[in-house]
T-cell receptor, first 115, second 117 residues
């Protein structure tokens, strides 16, 4: 079975500071990995995805993530936080075999940005 | 292009009742998935439909069911509602060609917030 662990349910940074949200996955096969963002009372929006091409993936709003197979990690970073980045972030991995169509999500990390 | 549309946005039901939620995918998308989001359990996969056929199902009781119509619109139904069914139900659509294993991007609707009292 596949699983995703997001370290830290809450992360707080100052505006302009580095954002680092951690995601580790467990998978017996090469995974596809995703980061989604959710604003209050909204659905999920895709930030970026890794699908076995480049290990450093650039996404929207200045976010990027690096796939590290040796560490089974896919951490999300942004060099300089903006107030508008305050939201909840979810890391997800695809299922295997017959469950290719579903996403397995981590518990989420709520990002707060202080002025 | 219109996004994924879920109706209604908010719903209040009484324990024991049943409820039907609707999802209209992005035009051209034939795959529709449903997720339940709760503070305790997070985001959990319910089921996926492709071309009117259920392809995958998550670990939920039989009270949760769904279907997909020929125009790719999907509905999910929950019978005999329990207090624990209170959640945000999210629908996602994606473009997939047949049975390929590609991880097509899933586009999410804004969700239906169901409250069971």
């Amino acid at each position: 079975a596949q699983s995703v662990t997001q370290l830290g349910s809450h992360v707080s940074v100052s505006e302009g500071a580095l954002v680092l949200l951690r995601c580790n996955y467990s998978s017996s096969v090469p995974p596809y990995l995703f980061w989604y963002v959710q604003y209050p009372n909204q659905g999920l929006q895709l930030l970026l995805k890794y699908t076995s091409a480049a290990t450093l993936v650039k996404g929207i709003n200045g976010f990027e993530a690096e796939f590290k197979k040796s560490e089974t990690s896919f951490h999300l970073t942004k060099p300089s936080a903006h107030m508008s980045d305050a939201a909840e972030y979810f890391c997800a991995v695809t299922g295997v075999g017959g469950s290719q169509g579903n996403l397995i999500f981590g518990k989420g990390t709520k990002l707060s940005v202080k002025p | 292009k219109a996004g994924v549309t879920q109706t209604p946005r908010y719903l209040i039901k009484t324990r024991g009742q049943q409820v039907t939620l609707s999802c209209s995918p992005i035009s051209g998308h034939r795959s529709v998935s449903w997720y339940q989001q709760t503070p305790g359990q997070g985001l959990q996969f319910l089921f996926e439909y492709f071309s009117e056929t259920q392809r995958n199902k998550g670990n939920f009781p039989g009270r949760f069911s769904g279907r997909q119509f020929s125009n790719s619109r999907s509905e999910m139904n929950v019978s005999t509602l329990e207090l624990g069914d209170s959640a945000l139900y999210l629908c996602a659509s994606s473009f997939k060609k047949g049975q390929t294993k590609t991880a097509a991007e899933a586009f999410f609707g804004q969700g239906t917030r169901l409250t069971v009292v």
